[in-house]
């Protein structure tokens, strides 16, 4: 008797399949215009206020919302269908931003409109987001999420950079109001796509009995997240990071003028954002390749010393041209641990509380750990110096890998991706 293997079916590139593009496609195009309009709102905001307490509040709209509507949002997206909700949200915020330029020509547009807007569209890119988590798993499958997430990544970062890079342009032609309206268009067209996606994965229902009440719903989600070892632990890993990624955005322009030389009026620092953009970009290819051979655990383990080690680099650079290249290469090792971590999580959680789960570690760590960052690294340049304000991004990554590794040698082993 002679045995036969059994032919591995082909599996088509992500790029080649029709769902995953026009949903890719949805995001490149809402991500560029909010690219641009990231910029476009709080110079809206200065020109009609003159307060940069109303300017730090709008950019502080970006987070604020994960911390205020983070668990309904995943209940909402657990609840309805995904695909439904996604495309309402890109309508709404489609709407919100059009009516500053519509106010505008009316003459009725006021700084308070303006500011409203930003926290609107923020938290309806939040239940987006938590339609998303659910979304892409039962699009592409659990098993190729590592390079769809990639995928989607990659291209945030790509017309991010695009975006910011335009945006000073597009305002001075357009003003900062029809800039708005760009972003507004960029909705409608997310919301196209969406619907081009076909065949779309319809909601899972966690059971055939009634359906709980929304506080035990909410519940449900928070039990799961708590209950499972090594996702509770790649919570707490993610968290810091994005406090070190709050740290070093919110203090790069400091950085660059005293301890780089390079100054305000210096074109070169945005050299310094694109470097780190760059190495987002880089992990974004990277990932796949490195999950290939690692599981999610253990690659932690490998890349979190890694980018404590080139933050170290960084802020001991005196030299502009070292800086560029370890924050590059800081960057690609910071974008491999949110990925990796964003795409476990998606692997082990059940599709029924996808939403639930992953708007709560996104909570955790966009809407607490980064301005927690921003603020504690500023607090510390004030009283240290903007080296010991930029070494907090260091400590905080060094003591996430100190928890893997600890956790590691203590015998966790990672649960089955089903569990």
Request: glycine share 12%.
């Amino acid at each position: 008797m002679t045995d036969t293997a059994l032919p591995v079916p082909h599996v088509p590139p992500l790029r080649r399949s029709p769902g995953f593009r026009n949903f890719w496609l949805s995001r490149a195009v809402s991500g560029l215009g909010s690219a641009v309009t990231t910029v476009a709102l709080p110079v809206l905001v200065f020109q009609q206020s003159g307060s940069p307490f109303l300017v730090s509040l709008v950019a502080a709209a970006g987070t604020l919302p994960y911390l205020v509507f983070g668990l309904i949002a995943g209940a909402v997206a657990d609840r309805v269908d995904r695909r439904t909700l996604m495309i309402v949200t890109d309508c709404l915020s489609a709407l919100c931003l059009g009516s500053v330029p519509l106010a505008q020509a009316l003459g009725a547009l006021t700084v308070g409109h303006v500011v409203a807007v930003a926290f609107l569209s923020s938290t309806l890119s939040l239940f987006f987001d938590a339609g998303g988590y659910g979304f892409v798993p039962a699009l592409v499958g659990k098993d190729r999420l590592p390079d769809a997430n990639s995928a989607l990544y990659g291209a945030e970062t790509v017309v991010r950079i695009i975006g910011n890079g335009v945006a000073g342009v597009l305002i001075a032609l357009l003003h900062p109001v029809g800039t708005l309206t760009l972003d507004a268009l960029s909705f409608a067209g997310s919301a196209l796509f969406l619907r081009a996606v076909a065949n779309s994965p319809a909601r899972t229902a966690s059971s055939s009995g009634p359906r709980p009440g929304f506080r035990e719903s909410v519940g449900e989600g928070l039990r799961f997240l708590a209950g499972h070892p090594t996702l509770r632990v790649m919570t707490v890993v993610g968290t810091l990071q994005s406090f070190s990624g709050g740290a070093i955005v919110g203090q790069l322009v400091v950085f660059a003028d005293r301890a780089l030389g390079i100054h305000g009026t210096d074109g070169r620092i945005g050299l310094l954002y694109m470097a780190w953009s760059a190495g987002g970009i880089g992990g974004s290819l990277l990932l796949p390749r490195l999950r290939r051979r690692y599981d999610a655990f253990p690659l932690l383990l490998l890349v979190l010393p890694a980018g404590a080690l080139l933050g170290l680099v960084v802020v001991c650079s005196t030299d502009r041209r070292i800086a560029l290249v370890a924050l590059a290469a800081w960057g690609t090792a910071y974008l491999v641990v949110l990925v990796n971590t964003m795409t476990y999580s998606q692997e082990v959680t059940p599709a029924e509380l996808q939403g639930r789960v992953n708007t709560t570690r996104r909570m955790l760590s966009s809407g607490l750990g980064v301005p927690l960052g921003a603020l504690v690294a500023s607090a510390v340049t004030v009283s240290a110096g903007i080296r010991a304000g930029m070494a907090t991004a260091v400590v905080s990554i060094t003591l996430a890998a100190i928890v893997v590794w600890v956790v590691r040698l203590r015998g966790l082993r990672e649960p089955a991706a089903g569990a």
